[in-house]
C-alpha cells in the first residue's frame, strides 16, 4: 500500500469515514464483484490482477469502513490516459462520492505527467454524463453502435477529453 495513496483522501458521507486509496492487487475480487454488478460485460478477477499489476495502470479504490464502495482504474501512455471504468456501489450512488474519486484520481494523474484524460461513456447514461460533465470533461466524438446493451440493443458512445494543464 502506498502510504501516500493511503493518506490522500479523508471525508465523511452519512456519517461514517470514507477514504480514497491506491488500489491494491488483493482488491482484485472485490473490484471484480463491483464491476459485475455495475456493468453489462463484469471484468472478473483475473483481468483486474492484470490490470492492478501493470505499471502504466492507475486505480484507486473508496473505501467505508471493511467495504470498498467504488473504483476508478487508468491506463497511462506517455503524457495521455484513459480512465477505462468507473463505478459506485449501487445503495451508494447519488451521494457525490464519484466525484470526490474522479477529481482525486485526475490529481494521481496529473502527478504522473498526464496532460489529457479520455474516456468513452454511453451516450445515455445520465449518472456517468453528468459525473464527467462536471469534472470538466468535453465531448470530442461519437462511436455509433459501440456497445451492446442487456437486451442485445446497440448503443451509441461518446468520447471525452479533459485537459489536465
Ligand atoms: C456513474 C456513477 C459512477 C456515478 O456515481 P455517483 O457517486 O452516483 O455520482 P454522483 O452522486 O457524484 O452524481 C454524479 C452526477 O449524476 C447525477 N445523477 C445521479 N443519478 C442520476 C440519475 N439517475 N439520472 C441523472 N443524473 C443522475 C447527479 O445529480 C450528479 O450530477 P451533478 O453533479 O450535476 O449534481 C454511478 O452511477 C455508477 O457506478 N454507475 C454504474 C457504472 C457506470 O455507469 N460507470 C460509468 C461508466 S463510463
Known amino acids: 500500500m502506498n502510504l501516500i495513496g493511503k493518506l490522500r483522501c479523508l471525508f465523511s458521507s ?8 491506491q488500489a491494491a492487487l488483493r482488491d482484485a475480487h472485490a473490484l471484480a464483484q463491483l464491476h459485475r454488478a455495475s456493468f453489462h460485460r463484469g471484468w472478473d478477477p483475473i483481468e483486474f490482477e492484470q490490470l492492478l499489476s501493470d505499471r502504466s495502470v492507475l486505480a484507486h479504490r473508496l473505501r467505508k469502513g471493511r ?31 464519484s466525484r470526490d474519486l474522479v ?17 468513452e461513456v454511453e451516450e445515455n447514461n445520465r ?39
Do not use: W
Request: proline content about 1%.
Open 67 to 97: 467495504n470498498i464502495i467504488g473504483f476508478i482504474v487508468s491506463r497511462m501512455a506517455a503524457d495521455e490516459a484513459e480512465i477505462l471504468s468507473v463505478a459506485i456501489v449501487a445503495g451508494q450512488r447519488g451521494r457525490g462520492l
Open 103 to 119: 477529481r482525486t484520481h485526475l490529481g494521481y494523474l496529473a502527478g504522473h505527467g498526464i496532460k489529457t484524460v479520455f474516456l
Open 127 to 165: 449518472p456517468a454524463r453528468a459525473l464527467y460533465d462536471r469534472a470538466g470533461f468535453r465531448v470530442v466524438g461519437r462511436r455509433e453502435r459501440y456497445y451492446k446493451g442487456d437486451d442485445g440493443t446497440e448503443l451509441n458512445a461518446i468520447v471525452m477529453r479533459r485537459d489536465l494543464s
Open 14 to 21: 452519512g456519517g461514517a469515514a470514507v477514504s480514497i486509496e
